[in-house]
Nanobody, 123 residues
Framework: QVNFVESGGDSVQPGGSLRLSCVVS???????MGWFRQVPPYNEREGVA???????TYADFVKGRFTISQDNAKNTLYLEMTDLKSEDTAMYYC??????????????????WGQGTQVTVSA
């Protein structure tokens, strides 16, 4: 059984930083891992970042601010977020997709995802 457990979401002020974690279990090899988010007020989903064997891709709106990484020994995916803005407020989900590894496929083709962790950025 595949299981994702996200953590690290919090309320921070603009300009702040957070690190999200996602512990993965039950997933076979060969999947691209990544993050997408669901943005209020209409819960629109956006692909954020994806990584496969150390090669990372990012949505333009997070380039230079967010860093995705993975620790295979710990079965954990991370998203380091810096210089957070109010528009980064969202529920963040880690996800796995089989095939092309990019933020669009993480968003539209994910086979598995977790329950999400809430990030709120406000003054």
């Amino acid at each position: 059984q595949v299981n994702f457990v996200e953590s690290g979401g919090d309320s921070v002020q603009p300009g702040g930083s957070l690190r999200l974690s996602c512990v993965v279990s039950g997933l076979t090899h060969g999947f691209c891992m990544g993050w997408f988010r669901q943005v209020p007020p209409y819960n629109e989903r956006e692909g954020v970042a994806a990584i496969d064997n150390g090669a990372a891709t990012y949505a333009d709106f997070v380039k230079g601010r967010f860093t995705i990484s993975q620790d295979n020994a710990k079965n954990t995916l991370y998203l380091e977020m810096t210089d957070l803005k109010s528009e980064d407020t969202a529920m963040y989900y880690c996800a796995a997709v089989y095939g092309r590894c990019d933020v669009n496929n993480i968003l539209t083709g994910a086979s598995y995802w977790g329950q999400g962790t809430q990030v709120t950025v406000s003054a």
